[in-house]
Structures are given as C-alpha cells and as structure tokens.
C-alpha cells in the first residue's frame, strides 16, 4: 500500500511527453499567476463599488422588461377579442390589469428615489386611464348592437320592407293556376320575384364581403356588390312598373288601390335604409369596438410603450456611465495581459523548438513505418518508441486496425439489413428464402412465406409526416418479433410491405395461427408524440412446396394472396390459391388485350347529348370512352380504366391521339352537314393534372385540335383535391386560352367553397347520385337547390347529369338549373346515331 502511494506521488521523469509538458507548463503558471495576482487587487477595488448599482439597475431593468411584456399581452388579449368577441373572460383582463399595476409598484420600490432619479420616466404614465377605456372596450364588445350599429338598421327597418315586397309579390304568384303561369302578368311577377330574391342574395354578399368573407379587400368587394344592388333596384322598379300597367288575368282577384304605391314605398324605404346602413359600413366606425381599440386604446398603449423604452434608455445611459468609470481599470488590465501575452508568446517559442527534436521527429518516424505497413510491406519495422507517449500511439494504431475490420464487418450488415428497423433487407431474405428452399427440399420439410402490408399507411404518413410514419414502422417491427419464432426472418421490403419465412412447418394450420397473431397484435393502440393511433394489416400467405419451390415465384404467390386480403376488406389474412393466379392471369390478358386494342384502334368515343333548360336547345356533348372489341361485346370503363392506368407514357399519347381524330371527325361532320358547331366535353385524366411534365403536351394537344374553342374540359373534384397546386397552373393555363372548365361530379368530394371561388370553372356538374333521389321536399332536393343558388352566386352555370324522369326535369327547371343531360333526354350515342340525331334535332328545330 505504501508503495501504491509513493508511485502516485513520483512525479514523471523528463524522458516522456508528460514530464517535458509539466515542467515547462510549470514554468508558464509561475510566470502568470504573479502578473494575475498584481491585477487581482486592482480590478477587485474598482469593480465592488459598481456591484450594487449594477445589481440594482438588472433588477429595475428586468421589472421594466416585465412591464413592457405585461402591455404587449393585454394588446395581444385585446386583438383577440376583437378576432372572437367573448372568447376569453373579462376577470381574465381585470387580472392582467392588477399584474400591471403591481409591476409598476414594484419598479417604482426597486429603485431609491425613484421619481427624482428619473423624472422623464414612468410617472407620466396613467395606468387608470388605461383600465377605464379597456373596461369600456370590453363592454362594447360583448354587446353586438353596440359592436356593429348597422345590425339594428337591417333588423328593425330592411327586413320588415323586404319581407313585405315579398309578401305583395307571392300574393299575385300564388293566384296563378298552372295555366296562368305562362301568361305575360304571370312572368312578370316571376322575374319580379326573381329580381328582388337577387338583390337580396347581393345585399347579403355585400355584408359578408364587408367581414372579408367572399374578397380579401373588403372596399373592393363591397363596391362590387353594390354596384348589383343599385342595378336590381332598377329592374325591379322596371318591372313593378310593368306589372302596375298590365292587365291581370280575369281568374286573379282584383289588387287594392294602394298597393303597387304601397310596395313602392316600401321598396323606396328600404333603399333608403340601405343607403343609410352601406353609409354606416364604409365608415370607422362600423365596428365600434375595432373603433376604440385603433383611436383610443392602441395609442394609450403605444405611448406607454414609449414611456418604458425611455426609462429603458435611461438604465442603459447608467449602464454607459459605469462602463466609462471601468474603462480606466480596464486600460490598466489591458497591460498586464500585454505583458502576459508576451510572455506567453516567447514561452510557446521555446517549445516548438524544443518538441519538434523531442517530440515531433521521432512521431514522424513512427507515422512513416506505419504508413509503410499499412500499403502492405510485412518487413518494415515499427521502431520502439523512446516515450511512453510514442509506445501507447502505436499500441492505438494496432486498436485501430482492429476496429476497421470491426467497421467492416458493420458495413456488411448494413448492406443486407434496413436501417430503419434492423430488420433483413430484401436481398438477405431473399438469399435466406433460397436457402430456406434447398433445405426443405433436401429433408422433405414445409415451410411458409407471409407477405404483410399496413393498410392506410399512406395516409398517416402523409397526415403526421414521415417522422411519426418510421416510428410507427419501428414499432411494427418490435411487435413482428414477438411473435413469431427466433429462428425464424422477418424482413423489411420496402416502405410499410414486410415478409416473413417460417421454416420447417408441420402444417398450414402454423401458418395461419401466426398470421392471426400478428394481425392481433398490430391492431393494438399505437402512441406516437403523444397522439393514439391504430392501424391494420393484409397478410398473403404462401406455402412451399404446394404452391411454389422458388424463391421470386413463392414471394409472388404471398404478394398475390396478400392482394386478396386487401380485395376482401383489409385486416385479414388469406392463402394463395390457383384461382388467385388464374385472375392474375385474367388481368394480364386484359392488359394484353387492351394494348392490341389501342393498337388496333378499338377504344372510341360515345356521345351524350346536353341541352339547354328553358330552350331546349343543344348545348354540348359530353364524350364517354367505351371499348369495343373485334370479337365480343361492347366494355364500359369501370371494365378496364384500372388496366388502362397501368400504360406507360407512349401508349396513353397514342390513345389521346386516337380519340383527338374521332372528336376532330365527329365536329367537322356537324358542321359540314347540318350546320351546327357541336360542344365536346371531354374528361381531363387524373394522371395528367398530378403530373406537370404532361401539362404542356396537353396543352399543344387541344390547341392543335380543329376547332379548339369547341372543347370543354371536365375535371372531377376528387381529381382536383389530389393536387392543387400542379391543378391550379395547369387550369389558370387553359382559362387564358379561353378553354372552358367544368368541375364535375360536384357535391361528392371535399372541395370547400374557396377552391369553387378561387378556380376559374365556367359550370360545376352535379352528381346523378343527388339528382336521382329528387322528390318533393327531400334533402337532395334541398342540397340541389343550394347548389344552383350557389354556383349562380358565383357567375357559374350548372348541369345536372342522371336526369332520367319528367318529375326530375320539371324540379330542375323550377329551381332555375341551367343545363340537363341523362336518358330523359338521350342515351350515350355511338358517331353515325349521334349524327342523326341532330339531323333530327336540326329538324324539329
């Protein structure tokens, strides 16, 4: 023990890096401590006496700080009530305002002699001024008649003289029997009615456009709006003028003497109202409590703002004063670290020169025998370093061979495992498959491939991001491992598709217990960044030697079976059979069949007719892709569109050109035959919206076409909801060309009222689905009518597709539906039948 304690007290010899460090740095210690200790006392007499005003000044700085903090949240609480009136309690004020006040007093007890030590500070400000006109504020905001003044102008005078011009006009409508509808007193009453129902929808624009609703710039939209008020004053005093001159029929119960003076009068008031209220918004003070907060409360604010950022001014002036007071024992520290610098400097000298003959050259020496080994000379000799420094540097080096192989090896399994989970990549299963497979077969032995893939993976992923989607994979992989054998693979093919060898089976029945066991044990709850989350999975499951005894065509089997999984409603399992293959194969050969078709131009067009509501008249045609075959019946698109998806970019030109000639053909045939310049709608192919290196060759497409002006362009919502930023360029494209747009299938996806305002559509198509189940009264009645109110609202015309029945048609009429197409009016025709139709169209007209 006693020797123990010698040896760690010896100090170290000067044959060694250590001992010639330690005396040198020793030397160096010396020489700067004696300087330090000189300047010690200088800076500790100079520095103690500022201590204090330094320690007070932080501490008034900080309460300053947390003054200016304490005004901007009551600012910030108050924007937000002007953003959600009532959103937050009033005691949640009261109690900010009583923080401030007690922020002031303790500003005011932190610095002795507060008030004459800073008299252009904080006495200025008037901290009761303040809690009286937010008090005030809040009242007002809490109180919508006192928040918007012209509420009381629409409530107690607009909308009794609108609901009586209403009221005057149905009494003449409801006289009308359904044969007087026609006569000229009845249409006049129903353009009246019309007219004052369209003021009315723009008078209600006009106030949502002042809240920002319908127009970023609320002036621009208001000015818009009432522009079309003025306009449907107008017509509606034409027609009351008109109406008051023409004679009712003899059926309709003769008018009182007073009352086209009396709707006058109220039409007149009401305008008046009007003026008063659009008066009122376009002014300051349309919103009183927005008012106060910009003229009253935001000023006071402001300049108490101010009032701190001058006291603040004011600490840091101190703060300059003592500095200055420190520059002068700072000039004089500033020497001694000179002269410590110098010392240093001619210190640092002499060991350079001292270890580049100590040290550096027989490090060289070393480095270079090793650099030697290292490019493969086996008789080189390390020569045996003189310091034990030298000896440990090559005693590192032999560590450090060790662990390159170390490394090496490390490579290799990261060239065969995903990194993400550790699991087997695809080629090492593959290559344990194989093996797997020559083992079986030699010893008569079963074993099992499972394909797994996470059902909705997708749309976590891109929900939460990729962060929580490998998180969630992880997981995955630590509960595949619980459950199946340790001898058994489990590997990671790429993105949420896993696989699965189980060797030596005794029977399926294993297969499909593990199967189900992984299917429970992914179904429990998922915790990622704190949020719940469940998920699924599909399994296939292939068994060797039954159904496949190599490795790509037993994993294809899996792969097929786990298709089946997902075909029959996801988180289930399922074993490949020989009817999986043989509807593989049936696929194939569609997909073979329907290449040759393209080549052999099979795919066309059949055409159904769009008419015009009120007239009657052809408006277009859309065109419908149908395939017919030359041997077999006519297929529709639900028969082969997943087939035709799958075509690489070559084919799909060749198809567009294709049907580019039918519809250049069928337009140049109406035109030259019966005179009509015939509308094709055609369907936009999702595939080309998503993909903007597309974008230009359809463009070049239609414009290339014969009559270009004479094609309209239909995109379903779904479609446009996939991708709005490649669907807004390539639609803001084809509207500066004039190409009109139609947004079809309308009601069935997640478009929100924005995107129908912010796309330039020129229609919306309405489902069949809505148009199908019309009735008197129904909600798709009502959700119909909504829909053609709104697209009016926006400049759009509306189509209706499915309209099958006469009930439907006339409903669709009176809700003022621009456009009709379904069997009602004609089936989808093939060229030659379309073309006598409107030979017979042309005809009757």
Known sequence: MSRQVKNLWRLPTMASYQGQYLYMALTLVLALLIIAWTGHHYVEETAEEHIARIASRTTAQEQVARLQQQLQDIEQWLGQQLI????????????????LDSSFRRLAASIPGFNQAIPAGLPSLDLPGLRSETMAFLHVSHDNSLRFPGIHIMRAYMQPRSRAVMDSLDNIIYQASDDDRDNGYSRLAYRARHTWQQLLSEFRLLVANRFSVFSDTAQDGMTSRSYNVELYLEKMRALLERLQHTPPPDAFLPLPDDAWQQMESDIGQWESHYLQLLASLRSSKWRQDLYLFKTSLQPRITGMKAHLDRLQNHLNEQASRDITALTGSASRLSQAILLIALTGMILILGAYYYLKIRVIKP??????????EANGDSRVVVPTPKL??????????????RQVIKREQGLDHLAHHDPLTQLPNRLLFKDRLEHALQIAARHNQMISCLFLDLDNFKQINDTLGHFAGDELLITVARRLRKVVRRADTIARLGGDEFAILLEDIQRKTFARNIAQKILAALQKPYLINDQEFHITASIGIAIAPYDDNQSDDLLRDADAAMYEAKRRGKNNYQFFTSELLRRANRQLDLEQRLRRGVQNNELLYHYQPIINTRTGQLL???????????????????????????????????LDEQMSVQINRLQETALKRHGIALRVAVNMSPSVLRDPSRHRDTIDSITNMKFPSLINLEITEDTLMEDLTNARALLGELRELGIPLSLDDFGTGQSSLNHLRTFP?????????????LTSGSEDAILVQAIVQLAHSFNMKVVAEGVETEEQKTYLMNIGCDYLQGYLISRPLPEQELLEFLRRFRDSG
């Open 388 to 401: 034990k420094e030298t000896r440990d540097l090559v005693e590192a080096f032999g560590e450090m061979r």
């Open 620 to 654: 277009a045609v859309e065109a419908l892709m149908r395939w017919q075959p030359e041997e077999g019946e006519l297929l529709y698109p639900s028969e082969f569109m997943d087939a035709l998806k799958k075509f690489n970019l070559e084919l799909r030109n060749r």
């Open 761 to 773: 559509f020129d229609s919306i198509k309405i489902d069949r689905e809505f148009v199908r189940n």
């Open 363 to 372: 490090m060289s020496d070393t480095a270079h025998a090793l650099r030697q």
């Open 84 to 99: 959600e009136p009532g959103s937050s309690p009033g005691s949640e004020l009261e109690d900010m305002l009583n923080e």
